[in-house]
């Protein structure tokens, strides 16, 4: 995503990847899955393009004031000013079915099959994946009250606490961590690794 707004990509040219819609401006934001990327633009509108597996790049006609986006697997999040959710493609062991009183939500994250979502009052909702490939992902800890971002790996959930830590579950669960990791400001996922930005502008990576 470029600084006017538009968007370039490059790498492996299947499935249309690389066809990005010819009258796509006003960028804010993007979000790759599998085989299909999504952009959010500026007026709250999403577009997706890519492998429509499972309609997965079929964004609901009447989406409009949408604040964040996150692509699963074969899926999409995306965050509304209200503070909903709504979910498209591929529902996969109810990776799409958002539950019903969901509300509040200032961050969301897509995982393979499974969705995580961060309330305003530092709590989490997660719903989606709990029989194939289950390791977990889906059950919050009850002593977890005090997130401040989220980040979701294929099968894994990172969080970070209001105190400057992070802690994961799922796959790679809280072992992966470095014990004397500290001070933190913000994190990142890739499929199956971490980044962690500190204070100091350091950078801290673990994972596969």
Not at 55 to 70: M, R, Y
Not at 168 to 188: A, H, K, M
Request: charged share 15%; hydrophobic share 40%; net charge negative.
């Amino acid at each position: 995503m470029k600084a006017d707004g538009t968007v370039v990509t490059w790498g492996y040219d299947g499935y249309s990847l690389m066809d990005i819609p010819t009258d796509l401006s006003d960028v804010i934001a993007i979000s790759a899955g599998a085989q299909f990327s999504t952009a959010l633009k500026s007026d709250g509108t999403v577009v997706a393009w890519g492998r429509n597996y499972s309609t997965s790049t079929e964004v609901p006609a009447d989406l409009t004031n949408v604040v964040d986006i996150d692509a699963g697997q074969w899926f999409t999040l995306a965050l509304k000013s209200d503070g909903t959710v709504v979910a498209w493609g591929g529902s996969t062991y109810d990776a799409c079915n958002i539950p019903d009183d969901l509300s509040d939500i200032i961050d969301i994250g897509a995982g393979g099959r499974h969705g995580l979502a961060l309330k305003s009052d530092g709590t989490l909702v997660a719903w989606g994946e709990c029989n194939s490939n289950n390791f977990g992902q889906v059950d919050i800890p009850e002593w977890l009250n005090d997130v401040v971002q989220i980040e979701v790996g294929v099968y894994t959930n990172i969080v970070l606490r209001s105190n400057g830590t992070v802690y994961s579950w799922g796959q790679y669960g809280p072992e992966t961590v470095p014990n004397d990791l500290e001070d933190v400001i913000s994190i990142s996922a890739g499929i199956q690794h971490v980044l962690a930005l500190k204070s100091d502008g350091t950078v801290v990576a673990w994972g596969n």
